[in-house]
C-alpha cells in the first residue's frame, strides 16, 4: 500500500460544538491506482484527502505514506516529504499572479533547492507534458481555467511525486475543460503509473478511476 490509514479519526471543536468530520476510517489506496474520493456533501472526503495529504493533523489514527509512518514526524520533516512525495492539485489551481507558467511549474523544484537550470529544463518538459508549450511566458491571468489547471498539474509533477492528491480539480471547470483535466490524469496514471487520490462529487467522473471509495458521515461506506 502507498497509502494506509488505521482507525483515522478528525474532529474539529467550533466553540461547544464538536464536528466529527472523520470517525474511524481504516483504508488503503496501491502504488499505480487512479483513485476517486466521493460521498455526499460534508461526508468527510476533503478532509480525508487533507489528512493523508498531510495538510492537516488528524485527532487520532495512523496514516502511513510510500512506507513512513507520518504522526511522529516534526512540522518541518512534513514539509519536507510533501515537498519530496507529494503533488497537490486544488479546485481554485493556487497559480502565484505575478509567475509565468513556467515559474509557477518550478516552485516545488525551487523549494526543494534544487538547481535552477535543472529545475527550469524540468519545468519546461511538464509544461510541454500538458499541452502549453506554447504558453511558457504567459501569466495566469492570459489562461483560460481550464489551461490554470493543467499548469497545476504540471507543477504537481515537479518533483516526481509518489502521489498526486487532487481536492476537486473540476469544480470550476465547464464539462469539456473537464474531460480534458480527467483525460490528463488518466494518461498520467496509465503511462507513468502514476498513483493519483481524486476528490470529485460528480457522478460521470467515476469511469475515469480505478475504484471508489465512498464516504458517509465521516465513514468508509462499505
Not at 500500500?1 to 483515522?8: A, F, K, N, S
Not at 489514527?61 to 486544488?90: D, H, P, W
Amino acid at each position: 500500500m502507498i497509502v494506509e490509514t488505521g482507525d483515522l479519526t478528525k474532529t474539529y471543536h467550533m466553540g461547544n460544538v464538536q464536528v466529527h468530520a472523520l470517525r474511524g476510517v481504516s483504508t488503503g489506496i496501491e502504488k499505480g491506482e487512479f483513485v476517486g474520493i466521493m460521498g455526499p456533501s460534508g461526508s468527510g472526503k476533503s478532509t480525508f484527502l487533507h489528512q493523508v495529504g498531510l495538510l492537516d493533523t488528524p485527532s487520532s489514527g495512523t496514516i502511513c505514506i510510500n512506507g513512513q509512518e507520518t504522526s511522529s514526524m516534526t512540522t518541518e520533516e512534513k514539509a519536507r516529504f510533501r515537498l519530496e512525495q507529494m503533488g497537490y492539485v486544488f479546485q481554485d489551481y493556487a497559480l502565484i499572479e505575478d509567475l509565468t507558467v513556467v515559474e509557477n511549474v518550478a516552485i516545488p523544484g525551487l523549494g526543494l533547492g534544487r538547481d535552477y537550470h535543472e529545475v527550469m529544463e524540468i519545468a519546461d518538459g511538464l509544461v510541454d507534458d500538458v499541452g502549453l508549450g506554447g504558453r511558457a511566458d504567459h501569466l495566469r491571468k492570459e489562461l483560460s481555467g481550464g489551461q490554470q489547471q493543467r499548469v497545476a498539474i504540471a507543477r504537481s509533477l515537479m518533483n516526481s511525486p509518489a502521489i498526486v492528491f487532487a481536492d476537486e480539480p473540476c469544480a470550476n471547470l465547464d464539462t469539456e475543460s473537464s474531460q480534458t483535466i480527467l483525460k490528463l490524469f488518466r494518461h498520467l496514471n496509465e503511462e507513468k503509473n502514476q498513483t493519483v487520490v481524486m476528490v470529485s462529487h460528480e457522478p460521470w467522473h467515476t469511469e475515469f478511476f480505478d475504484r471508489i471509495i465512498q464516504f458517509r458521515d465521516g465513514r468508509v461506506d462499505q
